[in-house]
């Protein structure tokens, strides 16, 4: 059972990086050419190459944010229904056990109640890891400022294993949820 969680988490982890940087970028790019357009096209030298990288590694930077939470909605589809480890995880309809029936192809209007109760659960577990991430740094890192090490780069980091704890809890704790043998 392990292992699915870890294969599950491995899948999801890999979607959600490579998600976040192609949603990001794409982004960025957008802005990026509204602003060389807006400018009036000036010729492209080394001087304006180096602009618009800046522009766009800026923008990269703010819209990353948003495009992580873009690929954690989204993301959160692909769980379900693939095979791994001969498990499988599959989303029911309904929380009544009169009328619940297996969703065969999940779609996101499916996962908005499922989603929101996940969110929360990787809220709460990154924020647990912060605390207790700050708690260690407070004692073992002599720095005037305890937060040196905090970045989005870390943050992220504590997402992806707090996604890990997320999968094991939120398969036994959400009754619209359910693991099977495949």
Same mark, same amino acid.
């Given at each position: 059972?392990?292992?699915?969680?870890?294969?599950?988490?491995?899948?999801?982890?890999?979607?959600?990086?490579?998600?976040?940087?192609?949603?990001?970028?794409?982004?960025?790019?957008?802005?990026?050419?509204?602003?060389?357009?807006?400018?009036?096209?000036?010729? $492209?030298?080394?001087? #304006?190459?180096?602009?618009? @990288?800046?522009?766009?590694?800026?923008?990269?930077?703010?819209?990353?944010?948003?495009?992580? $939470?873009?690929?954690? @909605?989204?993301?959160?589809?692909?769980?379900?229904?693939?095979?791994?480890?001969?498990?499988?995880?599959?989303?029911?309809?309904?929380?009544?056990?009169?009328?619940?029936?297996? /969703?065969?192809?999940?779609?996101?209007?499916?996962? #908005?109640?499922?989603?929101?109760?996940? @969110?929360?659960?990787?809220?709460? /577990?990154?924020?647990?890891?912060? #605390?207790?991430?700050?708690?260690?740094?407070?004692? @073992?890192?002599?720095?005037?400022?305890?937060?040196?090490?905090?970045?989005?780069?870390?943050?992220? +980091?504590?997402?992806?294993?707090? +996604?890990?704890?997320?999968?094991?809890?939120?398969?036994?704790?959400?009754?619209? #949820?359910?693991?099977?043998?495949?």
């Amino acid at each position: 059972m392990s292992k699915f969680y870890f294969l599950l988490w491995l899948h999801w982890a890999f979607r959600l990086s490579i998600s976040t940087f192609i949603y990001g970028s794409f982004f960025a790019i957008l802005i990026t050419l509204f602003l060389y357009i807006k400018q009036g096209l000036p010729t $492209l030298t080394a001087e #304006v190459y180096t602009a618009l @990288f800046d522009i766009w590694s800026f923008w990269f930077l703010i819209l990353g944010n948003i495009a992580l $939470l873009l690929a954690l @909605f989204r993301g959160m589809k692909y769980i379900f229904n693939t095979c791994h480890n001969s498990y499988v995880l599959e989303l029911f309809s309904c929380e009544n056990e009169e009328s619940k029936e297996l /969703i065969e192809s999940v779609g996101y209007g499916d996962l #908005v109640k499922v989603w929101r109760k996940w @969110f929360m659960l990787l809220i709460w /577990i990154t924020g647990a890891q912060m #605390v207790i991430a700050l708690a260690l740094s407070a004692i @073992f890192i002599s720095n005037e400022s305890i937060f040196t090490w905090f970045n989005i780069y870390s943050l992220y +980091g504590f997402i992806l294993v707090a +996604g890990y704890l997320s999968f094991i809890i939120f398969s036994a704790k959400c009754k619209r #949820v359910r693991i099977k043998k495949c």
